[in-house]
């Protein structure tokens, strides 16, 4: 299904993957044809601009990690922003509810609702060791009932018993009593399609819905159908509400735009995915293993999620290890304003030290201003290695020359030396294994930087 669209990802990125550098330029280019194959691949136009928009601004000015290319970081930023239009993460079937649980099938006539409800079924019995009933609400057509029973028959699972001549909703009851004396856990209804929408139809299923009071009302579309599947399952959430869908035909050879618009369109999760016309064919639809699947880039996503996990934990271990010796030198401090600087401000390192969360939040609400870390920058490197290993040694006459040097006012250096004492001595009490008192520091530290 996604084929075509990954041979072309796979293309654009070959093309960015090598490269050293990427300017501003390069990656217009490469979104431009992003968008193009995500628009080939009938994926909703909203949905395209949106997703652009949100990779665009998390491409540009963003740091590289080490140990990847540009490129890779690309990736990296695209696949999660497929993650992000696929669903934010795997949702489970709700079954939580008072026993028998209904779970209600729509969709229209041909889109695998019958299949998909027998799959389902079989699903829950083993994967949730749940009793499950099937029932057939389709009475618009002769052989559908029938249709569900020889499925049910050769799952072995049970099916309500066909009384001609019943409407859909006194099915619906004999189905609940049935559950009941049964001790069934879960019942699964499949209901009547029709080649489309109709009023009649809805308010027939709206009938059903009071009855059953299902904890799901699944859709079932056809993805080979691409954006009208996305124009059908709207419609449906409109009228009757939908909690889920089932995409079915991912087998097939559709353009993928359908699964990729649906999360954003709808705003309903794909819950489960068939792959194939035998019951065994239905899988859970795990967004980030599909947008791997997508992107065709797997091994580089996780390089690139490792790459940056690596890197965080030597600088943690880099600054705890140097806590632990109880060592902050001026040196040390000016390491960390070009960490600072370049992971985007003081958030970013007092993320590493141990126990400052709150801190953090605190930081993130103040606003530091960023010239600061550049000024003090020059200030610690108009200091000689003496000067920077004991401050304690500069005197009035170091600090002109020091202010000197790196073009500020001579307060800026006295700023800057009363900042360095508070952080050496919170560093000195966090490495003695104390806790720091909450609310002193912080804002002392925070009106100094400020
Ligand atoms: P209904 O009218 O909505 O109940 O649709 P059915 O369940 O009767 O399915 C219609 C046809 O689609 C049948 O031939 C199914 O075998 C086929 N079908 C259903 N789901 C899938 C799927 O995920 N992949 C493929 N390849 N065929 C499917
Ligand atoms: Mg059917």
Redesign the pocket.
């Known amino acids: 299904m996604f084929e075509n669209l990954t041979n072309k990802l796979e293309k654009i990125f070959s093309k960015l993957k090598e490269a050293p550098s990427l300017t501003e330029a390069q990656v217009d280019v490469g979104l431009k044809d992003i968008r193009t194959a995500l628009l080939e691949a009938d994926v909703a136009l909203p949905v395209v601009k949106e997703f652009i928009k949100n990779i665009k601004s998390k491409a540009i000015g963003r740091e590289i990690i080490k140990s990847t290319t540009p490129g890779q970081m690309i990736i990296k930023i695209v696949n999660d922003e497929i993650e992000n239009v696929l669903g934010d993460k795997y949702e489970e079937i709700n079954l939580k509810s008072q026993p028998p649980v209904s779970i209600l099938v729509v969709?229209?006539?041909?889109?695998?609702?019958?299949?998909?409800t027998a799959k389902l079924a079989k699903f829950i019995e083993k994967n949730f060791k749940k009793k499950v009933l099937l029932v057939s609400l389709d009475t618009s057509r002769p052989a559908?009932q029938d249709?569900l029973k020889i499925l049910a028959d050769s799952i072995k699972i049970s099916c309500l018993p066909i009384v001609k001549e019943q409407s859909p909703v006194e099915i619906s009851k004999r189905a609940i009593n049935s559950a009941n004396l049964g001790g069934y856990d879960v019942i699964i209804f499949?209901s009547a399609?029709r080649t489309q929408i109709d009023l009649s139809m809805m308010s027939e299923i709206k009938q059903i819905k009071d009855v059953i009071k299902p904890t799901e009302t699944i859709l079932?579309a056809d993805s080979l159908t691409g954006q009208v599947a996305v124009e059908v399952a709207k419609e449906f959430d409109s009228s009757l509400s939908l909690s889920s869908i089932i995409l079915?035909?991912?087998?097939?050879d559709g353009r993928g735009g359908a699964a990729l618009s649906m999360k954003f369109s709808t705003g309903k999760p794909i819950k489960f995915i068939?792959?194939?016309?035998k019951i065994d064919?239905i899988e859970i639809f795990h967004p980030e293993r599909i947008a791997k699947r997508i992107l065709g880039m797997g091994d580089i996503v996780s390089l690139v999620e490792k790459a940056s996990k690596d890197l965080d934990d030597a600088k943690i271990k880099k600054t705890e290890d140097q806590l632990k010796q109880g060592i902050f030198t001026l040196d040390s401090y000016l390491t960390q304003l070009r960490q600072m600087k370049k992971m985007g401000g003081m958030e970013g390192v007092m993320s590493m030290l141990p126990g400052v969360t709150k801190i953090k939040k605190q930081m993130e609400n103040s606003s530091i201003d960023e010239s600061m870390l550049k000024e003090n920058e020059a200030i610690i490197l108009s200091m000689t290695k003496s000067e920077r290993e004991n401050p304690k040694m500069i005197n009035g006459s170091r600090k002109k020359r020091i202010a000197r040097g790196s073009g500020v006012e001579v307060s800026k250096i006295n700023k800057l030396i009363k900042q360095f004492r508070m952080m050496s001595d919170m560093m000195k009490k966090m490495s003695d294994g104390k806790k720091i008192p909450s609310g002193i520091m912080p804002d002392e530290i925070l009106n100094q930087l400020k």
């Open positions: 969709g229209l006539q041909g889109s695998g609702k019958t299949t998909t559908a249709q499949d399609g079932v079915t035909r991912i087998d097939g068939g792959v194939g016309e064919d």
